[in-house]
């Protein structure tokens, strides 16, 4: 039976990671958990990462931006709102499981839970790293 995991971490082989190995050992945010799923340290990637977050029902997020990392964010679960300002105005974008969102490099944002059930999203950047710098406001 063939492995499906790559032996030695310095081959150009595939690399598996399976939900159960997700690891909180990346940048965090008040009111939410990220778990990383490949990354330079975990997977050898040189230019994305990729994880989760996932945010309990009832809770906002820190307000915090992604650096020069340019994010895609898939929703999962619940229904994530999304804020962040234009020209000094306060932005939402309300979502369902299925929608897509894009987050330029350094727009600061927060992610709110109206819900009572978790809200998870899966992300992927354009840095092999999480840049997360929390801020005290948008």
Request: overall charge negative.
């Given at each position: ?61 820190g307000n915090h ?43 600061a944002h927060r ?22 710098v929390n801020l005290?406001?948008?």
């Amino acid at each position: 039976m063939a492995n499906d995991r790559a032996e030695d971490p310095g081959t150009q082989g595939l690399r598996h990671t399976r939900k159960d190995q997700l690891t909180e050992e990346t940048s965090q945010t008040p009111g939410m958990r990220r778990f990383a799923a490949i990354s330079g340290a975990r997977s050898s990637s040189s230019q994305i990462w990729m994880g989760e977050s996932h945010v309990a029902g009832g809770l906002v997020s820190g307000n915090h931006h992604h650096g020069a990392s340019e994010t895609g964010i898939y929703v999962v679960a619940g229904n994530p709102v999304f804020v962040f300002r234009i020209d000094g105005e306060e932005r939402r974008i309300e979502t369902r499981p299925g929608d897509y969102v894009y987050v330029p490099p350094f727009v600061a944002h927060r992610e709110e839970n109206p819900d009572t059930d978790e809200a998870v999203v899966v992300l992927a950047r354009s840095t092999q790293e999480a840049i997360v710098v929390n801020l005290d406001r948008l």
